[in-house]
Nanobody
């Protein structure tokens, strides 16, 4: 089975940074894409950023564009989400997800494999 594990969450002051990591085992990542999502209490799960594995192409939600960067490390088979200039509105559980279609998709329902999430809390 595919297993997805994200890590790196924590507590940070507004304006600070965190770097999340995501490792998926049990699969290869050619012709596949990874997505980062987040969900705050009482809110719907929303797309944050995505990466097309074969090309490194990235795409970002407007709310994080210019502040967050998604990248890959082929040797480590790992995807990262670098989060800078964090604000309290970024507080949420962040999830890494994987799917096998060779394109970036922004709907949570398009992803087949999910991690358990990592909490990011930004204090004002």
């Amino acid at each position: 089975q595919v297993q997805v594990v994200e890590s790196g969450g924590g507590l940070v002051q507004a304006g600070g940074s965190l770097r999340l990591s995501c490792v998926a085992s049990g699969r290869t990542f050619s012709n596949a894409a990874m997505g980062w999502f987040r969900q705050a209490p009482g809110k719907e799960r929303e797309f944050v950023a995505g990466l097309r594995w074969s090309t490194g192409t990235t795409y970002y939600a407007d709310s994080v564009k210019g502040r967050f960067t998604v990248s890959r490390d082929n040797a480590k088979n790992t995807v990262y989400l670098q989060m800078n200039s964090l604000q309290p509105e970024d507080t949420a559980v962040y999830y890494c997800a994987a799917q096998r279609v060779n394109r970036i998709l922004i709907s949570a329902g398009a992803y087949d494999y999910w991690g358990q999430g990592t909490q990011v809390t930004v204090s004002s």
